[in-house]
C-alpha cells in the first residue's frame, strides 16, 4: 500500500514540477536557450528521470532538420542521450544498469503561436513559416529508466551532460525520494549533484 501510494505522490509532484520550476527561476518562461529541466524520482533500486531541454542546447539549431548534415546531428545527438549512464555518471558503488531510455523531440506550440501573432501583426509573414521553417522552437524530451543494484552508494551524479551538448548551461534539477522533493540546479561550471543520504 505504501508503495502505491508513494507512487502516486511521485507522479503528482513530477507533474507539477514544470509550474512550480516557472514561478521560481526568474520568470523564465517555457522556453530558454541553455536552460533545461532535470525531474529525478527515486524508489527503492529504480531511479526514474525526466530530461526537458530546447534543441538548440543539443543540436545547435531548433527548425526541423532538413539538410544531411542537420539529420545525422540530430541521430547523433539522440543516441548519445539515450546512452544515460554515458552523461549521467553514478557512482560505480551503486551499480546501475539502464532499463529504458526513450527521446523523443517536441515542438513548443506556445512559442509558435506568439512568433505568429508578432509576424501577423507586421502583417508580414516570411516565405516557407507555414511549413515551419526557421520560427519552430523545439524540445527534446528523454525519459529514463535505471536500476542500481546498491541504490545506498548513489551519493551523487557527475554531469557529462555538458561536456556533449555545447550549447547547454544549466539544469534545473527536481529530486524526489522517500524523504521528499528538493530543488537543485547543475551548470557547466559546477556540474555535480551531491545526493548525500536518500533512504
Known sequence: M??????????????????????????????????????????????????EVPGADIVGFEHEAS????????????????????????PAAAHCKLADAKVAIQAEDEHENEHEAAEAKDGDKAEGEAEGGEHHHSEFHVTYAIDCGAPEKLTGIDFKYFDHFAGAQELDINLVTAKGQTHYEVTRDKPNLKLGEIG
Open 2 to 51: 505504501r508503495r502505491t501510494n508513494y507512487r502516486l505522490l511521485a507522479a503528482a509532484i513530477i507533474a507539477s514540477v514544470p509550474a512550480m520550476a516557472a514561478e521560481e527561476h526568474r520568470e523564465l518562461g517555457p522556453h530558454e536557450h541553455g536552460h533545461g529541466r532535470l525531474n529525478i524520482v527515486i524508489e527503492g533500486k529504480r531511479v526514474s528521470m525526466e530530461l
Open 67 to 90: 539538410t544531411t548534415e542537420q539529420k545525422a546531428t540530430v541521430t547523433k545527438a539522440k543516441a548519445t542521450l539515450a546512452d544515460a549512464l554515458k552523461i549521467f555518471k553514478f
